[in-house]
T-cell receptor
Framework: ETGVTQSPTHLIKTRGQQVTLRCSSQ?????VSWYQQALGQGPQFIFQ???????GRGNFPPRFSGLQFPNYSSELNVNALELDDSALYLC?????????????FGPGTRLTVL | GESVGLHLPTLSVQEGDNSIINCAYS??????FIWYKQESGKGPQFIID?????DKRQGQRVTVLLNKTVKHLSLQIAATQPGDSAVYFC??????????FGKGTTLSVSS
């Protein structure tokens, strides 16, 4: 176990709805990254938060947004859900931002959009 | 554009065999690579990493080889066990923030 926790484990939403996913980082880690993993694919980088500020973003539309709190936990919000948003959403924490810092992954939240 | 990919989507081996999983990358500036193992229903788990100033790195039963000339890396698992069955991803951390993952190789170990 990595010490990174995510909630909820599973979630079912309908198209057009909004969803919030949560992540608690490993103790002492100040950086959280979010990834989307479609079935049969590798994880795709959504964005990273470092000390409550966005520190990099992948090729995802603005309806994907996030927050990081003073305790370094994080939320991923997705508005106007689409069917293609169905995926496993992974959160990873690291000791610091920047290359070469190992990212520890949580178990993920499985989102199904109907 | 930048991409990290694996040569084969599936690999089947017998228990006790050595397994080799391959990965090709396209960005010559990539300088840090990581291999992850992902079991069903779990997040990716760090196996081993290697920086571009190295050609080889060994861990417990695993070895990663990096060939910068042909932009290729491989993961070797010695004496493969049923518990090694999982999807294996190589990832590139050259971007500094994002991990760029390939599609993965599913390793199946039969006893």
């Amino acid at each position: 176990e990595t010490g990174v926790t995510q909630s909820p484990t599973h979630l079912i939403k309908t198209r057009g709805q909004q969803v919030t996913l949560r992540c608690s980082s490993q103790s002492g880690h100040n950086t959280v990254s979010w990834y989307q993993q479609a079935l049969g694919q590798g994880p795709q980088f959504i964005f990273q938060y470092y000390r409550e500020e966005e520190n990099g973003r992948g090729n995802f539309p603005p309806r994907f947004s996030g927050l990081q709190f003073p305790n370094y936990s994080s939320e991923l919000n997705v508005n106007a859900l689409e069917l293609d948003d169905s995926a496993l959403y992974l959160c990873a924490s690291s000791l610091m931002a920047g290359g070469g810092n190992e990212q520890f992954f949580g178990p993920g939240t499985r989102l199904t959009v109907l | 554009g930048e991409s990290v990919g694996l040569h084969l989507p599936t690999l089947s081996v017998q228990e006790g065999d050595n397994s080799i999983i391959n990965c090709a990358y396209s960005n010559s500036a990539s300088d840090y690579f990581i291999w992850y193992k992902q079991e069903s229903g779990k997040g990716p788990q760090f196996i081993i990493d290697i920086r571009s100033n190295m050609d080889k790195r060994q861990g417990q039963r695993v070895t990663v080889l990096l060939n910068k000339t042909v932009k290729h890396l491989s993961l070797q698992i010695a004496a493969t066990q049923p518990g090694d069955s999982a999807v294996y991803f190589c990832a590139d951390n050259q971007a500094g923030t994002a991990l760029i993952f390939g599609k993965g190789t599913t390793l199946s170990v039969s006893s």
